[in-house]
């Protein structure tokens, strides 16, 4: 069993910087796959950033240029380093650990974490 713990999220005006982090109970390679996860009210979850085995990270093309996912698996810890925010990052953001499978595909994964808030203002 994997849990999952995020970092609180936490509010941005238009252009600013956030970071989220998730702390992994287990070493994070133990698992193939970690991502991040996003869901807007009224919208599906939609996936962010994730990794794949070998270590290549996969973006949404919504974030691409902004959004950077790392680890540090010392510290059994995944970051979502989240720049140029907009408004429309505004969601809850999850993170998540899997057996493989597209990284961007919820079905990849198999724990969850319990979602931090993102608030970006114009």
């Known amino acids: 069993q994997v849990q999952l713990v995020e970092s609180v999220g936490g509010s941005a005006q238009a252009g600013g910087s956030l970071r989220l982090s998730c702390a992994a109970s287990v070493y994070t390679s133990s698992t193939r796959a970690m991502g991040w996860f996003r869901q807007a009210p009224g919208k599906e979850r939609e996936g962010v950033a994730g990794f794949v085995p070998r270590g290549t990270a996969y973006y949404a093309d919504s974030v691409k240029g902004r959004f950077t996912i790392s680890r540090d698996n010392a510290k059994n810890t995944v970051y979502l380093q989240m720049n140029s925010l907009k408004p429309e990052d505004t969601a809850m953001y999850y993170c998540?650990?899997?057996?493989?499978?597209?990284?961007?595909?919820?079905?990849?994964?198999?724990?969850w974490g319990q979602g931090t808030q993102v608030t970006v203002s114009s």
């Open positions: 998540a650990a899997g057996y493989g499978g597209a990284p961007l595909n919820s079905n990849a994964y198999t724990y």
